[in-house]
């Protein structure tokens, strides 16, 4: 039971969830108790957007103009390359592959998406919100940095340091 | 009205103007420019594309350090790949004997279509990797606290969706790096247990990757996955607003006792 706030000029009748908080003259939506931290989306995040929509649009014409999408010779399901790889993001499952074909393609890919999508129902302290890196969510940031690093390193070691029938190879060579 | 009344008075020019203006404010019910409060919450509130934001926003939410754009960069690059995309399609054939062809073409003779290609391309390159920087973002902010976490949940699919749509699109210029990447991405789906070898073959539609699987993977590439990831990414907005607009510090719990909730 929570008890009535009295220093409302409307006391509030705690089994109810609505309630009159209090009158002001004005002509805005908004008067409010507190100092108003928002501003109007039109134009304040409506122009950011516009702006970042046209770097991201300049920035793919002169990618486009300066580096050539890659394409080999017409596909020939006689001649496999050596190693064949996969895109990039799965090169990291391709080495975990390489050591076993059901752990590494598919249970822990698996237990990676089901993980992921478990993460906001396991922490669920409302601490640290808002604020990169926070204090208080140490252990959780380390370790999911941990793991964006782990897959990192997968993905450059398959990308860079495997060669013919997924040897190692240091590409420097 | 009291235009018709006063038509008759009205020179040419400005029944032309007053007719423009009817056709304006039928398609836009607010002013041009909105100055005041009242027409920048009508502007945003009125308008279909417009209102997946809430009229206003909190001024933590704008800062760049904090989000660094990448949401609504990831969600540009998916515009231009769909706008790239529609147009590819005019050029492009799902034939295991043309497609390579229609790539040869949009280099030689398509006007500008090597830019197209390679915008495509990069952007679909920049999407994954921008999603997945979006992703840390909200995890290092903490951001899928409740009450979002279901907007995670959406984020998580999301990027599998990003992958699935790179990965079928990786296939359709039917050269030796789009083969064999497919070959060895499919035989991984086929390393699992009892479901595995099933959803490979769904996938390629016979045993090998050749015209069955490229017609798979187009339609689920231009019609199934972009369908599904703007379903989701409207879900993922509409989250947004009904969750409070972005994260804030303001959400932490306060540790003085007897103030929460």
């Known amino acids: 039971m929570r008890e009535v706030n009295t220093k409302h000029v409307f006391p509030q009748d705690?089994?109810?969830?609505?309630?009159?908080?209090?009158?002001?003259?004005g002509t805005k939506p908004t008067v409010g108790l507190q100092p108003d931290d928002m501003v109007f989306t039109w134009p304040h995040l409506l122009i950011r957007e516009l702006v970042l929509f046209a770097i991201v649009v300049a920035g793919l014409l002169v990618a486009a103009f300066l580096f050539d999408a890659p394409l080999e010779e017409i596909a020939n399901p006689n001649h496999p390359p050596n190693p064949a790889k996969a895109p990039w993001y799965f090169l990291g499952l391709?080495?975990?592959?390489?050591?076993?074909?059901?752990?590494?393609?598919?249970?822990?890919?698996?237990?990676?998406?089901?993980?992921?999508?478990?993460?906001?129902?396991?922490?669920?302290?409302?601490?640290?919100?808002?604020?990169?890196?926070?204090?208080?969510?140490?252990?959780?940031?380390?370790?999911?940095?941990?793991?964006?690093?782990?897959?990192?390193a997968l993905i450059i070691l398959g990308t860079y340091f495997r060669g013919a029938n997924w040897s190692f190879v240091v590409p420097w060579e | 009205m009291a235009t018709s009344q006063a038509s008759t008075t009205l020179s040419l020019k400005e029944k032309a103007i007053a007719f423009f203006n009817t056709l304006y404010r039928a398609l836009f019910r607010y002013g041009k420019m909105p100055q005041d409060a009242e027409g920048q919450s009508y502007a945003v509130f009125n308008n279909l594309f417009l209102h997946i934001h809430s009229v206003k926003v909190s001024?933590?939410?704008?800062?760049?350090?904090?989000?660094?754009?990448?949401?609504?960069?990831?969600?540009?690059?998916?515009?231009?790949l769909v706008f790239t995309g529609v147009w590819l399609m005019?050029?492009?054939?799902?034939?295991?004997?043309?497609?390579?062809?229609?790539?040869?073409?949009?280099?030689?003779?398509?006007?500008?279509?090597?830019?197209?290609?390679?915008?495509?391309?990069?952007?679909?390159?920049?999407?994954?990797?921008?999603?997945?920087l979006h992703m840390a973002r909200v995890f290092f902010t903490g951001a899928y606290k409740p009450p979002r976490e279901f907007n995670w949940v959406i984020g998580v699919l999301l990027l599998l969706l990003t992958f699935g749509l790179s990965f079928t699109g990786y296939l359709l210029p039917w050269d030796q790096l789009a083969f064999w990447a497919i070959t060895v991405g499919t035989s991984i789906a086929?390393?699992?247990?009892?479901?595995?070898?099933?959803?490979?073959?769904?996938?390629?539609?016979?045993?090998?990757?050749?015209?069955?699987?490229l017609v798979r993977f187009y339609v689920l590439h231009v019609v199934i996955l972009p369908g599904l990831l703007s379903i989701f990414l409207a879900i993922h907005f509409w989250r947004i607003r009904k969750d409070g607009g972005l994260s804030h510090p303001n959400e932490n719990e306060t540790p003085v006792k007897g103030t929460a909730q």
């Open chain 1, 94 to 152: 391709q080495e975990l592959v390489s050591y076993s074909a059901f752990v590494g393609g598919v249970l822990i890919p698996t237990l990676i998406v089901i993980g992921l999508m478990l993460i906001p129902f396991i922490d669920r302290k409302k601490i640290g919100i808002g604020k990169w890196f926070a204090k208080e969510r140490a252990l959780a940031n380390g370790l999911f940095l941990t793991f964006l690093l782990v897959m990192g």
């Open chain 1, 14 to 25: 705690p089994n109810k969830t609505y309630g009159l908080m209090e009158l002001m003259k």
């Open chain 2, 190 to 213: 086929g390393y699992a247990p009892v479901l595995g070898e099933p959803i490979r073959k769904f996938l390629l539609g016979a045993d090998v990757v050749g015209q069955e699987a």
């Open chain 2, 90 to 132: 005019f050029y492009y054939f799902p034939s295991a004997t043309e497609a390579y062809n229609r790539m040869l073409d949009l280099r030689s003779s398509v006007d500008f279509g090597f830019v197209l290609r390679n915008i495509h391309k990069w952007a679909a390159e920049l999407m994954v990797v921008f999603v997945i």
């Open chain 2, 59 to 80: 001024k933590h939410s704008l800062r760049f350090t904090y989000t660094f754009g990448l949401g609504i960069i990831a969600t540009c690059l998916f515009l231009v």
